[in-house]
């Protein structure tokens, strides 16, 4: 800071001691010795204080990066899954889109023969197929069978189980 050597040091203590006199040059040596001790501690004490706000402002610089570079990943991440929605949205219409007439293969359904109801009546012993004949489902079928609109078709549901107490009936 001052730019003092050995030989200017020691011409400054010899014009003290001829001016302050050997009992006064203790005394002032301790005095100038506990103001430079406290100059170095103020100085000391503000280099500290700046090193801590550096640090501090170092800091708040590296965490507002973060931020921002966490808030550009997650508008990547956004764009990204925005268009993997579109890509997925526009697969689904593509698959959903109905096909042309021309394009379209209509496979036909096999058609299983409508169930007749047995009767004891003379018309079920005439020689006209079964299959022609529209069957009236009876009161017992309509509670064990629906019928297909589609097809105009009975469908049986299978049958039911009898309650436990008419199973053990002799």
Known sequence: MFDIGFSELLLIAVVALVVLGPERLPKAARFAGLWVRRARNQ???????????LHAEELKRNL??????????EAGLRDQAGQVREQADAFKREVELPESAA????????????PVAPTATP??????????EPSQPTAAADSQAVTDAEFNRSIALGDVPAPASQERSP
Do not use: F, G, N, Y
């Not at 973060?66 to 550009?72: E, G």
């Not at 394009?103 to 409508?114: D, G, K, L, T």
């Not at 018309?123 to 022609?132: F, I």
């Open 103 to 114: 394009e379209r293969v209509i496979e036909p359904r096999p058609i299983e023969p409508r």
């Open 64 to 73: 507002q990066d973060v931020r921002q570079s966490m808030q550009q990943a």
């Open 43 to 53: 100085w000391d004490s503000v280099k500290q204080e700046l090193e801590r706000e």
């Open 123 to 132: 018309e079920a012993a005439s020689p006209v197929p079964a299959e022609s």
